[in-house]
């Protein structure tokens, strides 16, 4: 059993930052990497952001690349999303993800372990 605990969603203006947080706990071993998925009203699912565990590559979609920053820590199935120079376009819940595949990191399909997610929400 995989229980993933998400926090640091909430509000801001347009341009301001946010940063959340996930720690994973159980059956954590076979976690190959962390990521987080964001799902706007109406919208699908879409990969925002990716880390390795074994190499500690990170991986970004072209929407949030240069604005946001995964980071983590392996040992405690731990991962952070900084997001800066938040935009109106941003606001979504955010799904942190874990995963015990090598597949593409960025199908959804590829990822096991779902967080509940936190809003994040941008004024303008």
């Known amino acids: 059993q995989v229980q993933q605990v998400e926090s640091g969603g909430g509000l801001v203006q347009a341009g301001g930052c946010l940063r959340l947080s996930c720690a994973a706990s159980g059956r954590t071993f076979n976690f190959l990497g962390m990521g987080w998925f964001r799902q706007a009203p109406g919208k699908e699912r879409e990969f925002v952001a990716a880390?390795?565990?074994?190499?500690?590559?990170?991986y970004y979609s072209d929407s949030v690349k240069g604005r946001f920053t995964i980071s983590g820590d392996r040992g405690k199935s731990t991962v952070y999303l900084q997001m800066n120079s938040l935009k109106p376009e941003d606001p979504a819940v955010y799904y942190c993800?874990?995963?015990?595949?090598?597949?593409?990191?960025?199908?959804?399909?590829?990822?096991?372990?779902w967080g509940q997610g936190p809003q994040v929400t941008v004024s303008s």
């Open positions: 880390i390795r565990w074994a190499s500690y590559n990170t």
């Open positions: 993800a874990a995963s015990e595949s090598r597949g593409p990191y960025f199908n959804d399909y590829n990822w096991g372990y």
